[in-house]
């Protein structure tokens, strides 16, 4: 609670810094757990964005996200917090995240993925395939 | 003051230093891919999404495990 500089008027405030500040640290820790995995979706992501502002459609999203409220907020943390480190001395990927997809959608609706699973379960590596411990 | 050109090139210049902006972007790029792929498996438009009496498709649901 706090006065709004005038004795005897209290004023509620939500505290939405917060919250904000609890997810600033809990993305620093993912950061600090899983460095390499991190800067792997980062670069991916930060490809694929490159990518597709060559492209007229791209190009109408960048203009309407360089114009968003939202973006520009979201780009003063992201610098402030140090998260564009994650991008020094990178190699660009070679594949990108919406080749992947492509790739997925593609090869699930073609795939017989009942005999797949099977075939793995025979295999013994059923584990492995359906689990996200180490492998 | 800097000439229009140069202006321009300046901006330009920020717009290729900003990731955050590229990441955002490259966020949406996924998002309409898929939003593509889901719609084009449902045969629906993906600008308008699914009607409101449900998603509209020639046959039965398909069973992706058969």
Do not use: K, N
């Amino acid at each position: 609670m706090q006065t709004d500089g005038r004795p005897g008027l209290p004023r509620l405030v939500l505290q939405e810094q917060d919250t904000l500040e609890r997810l600033v640290r809990h993305a620093q820790r993912l950061l600090r757990r899983h460095p390499t995995a991190a800067r792997t979706l980062v670069r991916a992501l930060v490809a694929e964005g490159r990518t597709f502002s060559s492209t007229p459609e791209g190009q109408r999203w960048q203009a309407l996200l360089a114009s968003s409220d939202l973006i520009s907020r979201g780009r003063l943390l992201w610098l402030a917090a140090g998260f564009d480190r994650l991008l020094e001395g990178g190699e660009e990927p070679a594949v990108l995240p919406s080749d992947w997809l492509m790739l997925a959608a593609d090869t699930l609706l073609s795939t017989d993925i009942e005999a797949l699973l099977i075939r793995r379960l025979r295999e013994g590596d059923i584990d492995g395939l359906l689990s996200f411990g180490p492998a | 003051m800097d000439s229009y050109p140069s202006a321009l090139h300046r901006q330009r210049s920020a717009q290729e230093r900003d990731t955050f902006l590229y990441l955002a972007l490259g966020a949406v790029s996924v998002a309409l891919r898929l939003l593509e792929c889901v719609s084009e498996d449902l045969d629906t438009d993906p600008r308008v999404g699914p009607s409101a009496d449900g998603v509209q498709m020639d046959g039965p649901p398909r069973d992706l495990l058969r």
